[in-house]
């Protein structure tokens, strides 16, 4: 038999996780505070699935936390997921703990506290670029040296004059592409026909000379 794996938290990326280590042969938890997203939950065949905060150490233990070999924190929140782990980790003695976190900044500070993996969308895709695992598909589409690449994220608020254009009508330099799009739980690459929506975190690749014009024509600023 599998390791029994805790999914606590999220939704979007909760629902792809289970189906994939369902089909793997894994034993899966879910835990969520949203009695609807909870009703979704269950129906996916054999996620068990337990209506409460993750972070609360009863809710744990109702689930079955004891019998865990991984949790995984997919909160919105980089502090909720660190304290989920964190309880886990040391008070359940959960071998292995992941946590999603927005910010990478806070990648080496949720390792400092005993949080095994730490994912993070940015620095992900920074790794990918600094293995060359990208490198070939954005050097054609923008023409500068890979050492001037720079990573960065632009919150695309309600007035942003960018919302509801197509990546193709952006008039961003050439040097500036949008490399991944961050909505709500998911994440994805987008296309040139791919819509830009209010509260969007866009990922940029771009040169550095060129990273101001870029936000400027996304946010108006």
């Excluded at 040391?90 to 071998?95: A, F, L, P, Q, S």
């Excluded at 790794?127 to 720079?150: C, G, P, T």
């Excluded at 990573?151 to 990546?167: F, L």
């Amino acid at each position: 038999m599998k390791a029994r794996i805790f999914l606590v938290g999220g939704f979007e990326k909760t629902k792809y996780l289970a189906n994939s280590l369902i089909k793997q042969g894994f034993e899966v938890t879910a835990i969520n505070k949203d009695k609807e997203k909870c009703l979704q939950l269950a129906e996916i065949d054999k996620l068990e699935v337990y209506c409460g905060d993750g972070s609360k150490t009863f809710v744990l233990e109702e689930a079955g936390i004891y019998n865990a070999e991984m949790a995984i924190s997919l909160s919105d929140r980089d502090d909720d997921n660190l304290v989920i782990c964190g309880l886990c980790k040391k008070k359940y003695n959960v071998k292995k703990t992941v946590a999603l976190i927005t910010d990478p900044k806070k990648i080496d500070f949720f390792h400092r506290m005993g949080i095994d993996s730490v994912v993070c969308a940015v620095s992900t895709i920074a790794s990918l670029i600094e293995r060359h695992a990208l490198f070939d598909e954005i050097s054609a589409m923008i023409s500068i040296d890979e050492s001037q690449v720079k990573i960065s994220q632009v919150h695309i608020t309600g007035a942003a004059p960018a919302i509801n254009k197509r990546i193709r009508d952006l008039n961003l330099p050439k040097q500036v592409t949008v490399g991944c799009i961050l909505r709500g739980e998911k994440n994805f690459v987008p296309r040139g026909d791919s819509r830009i929506h209010a509260d969007d975190v866009l990922v940029l690749l771009s040169s550095i000379e060129h990273e101001t014009a870029a936000v400027r024509e996304l946010t108006g600023r």
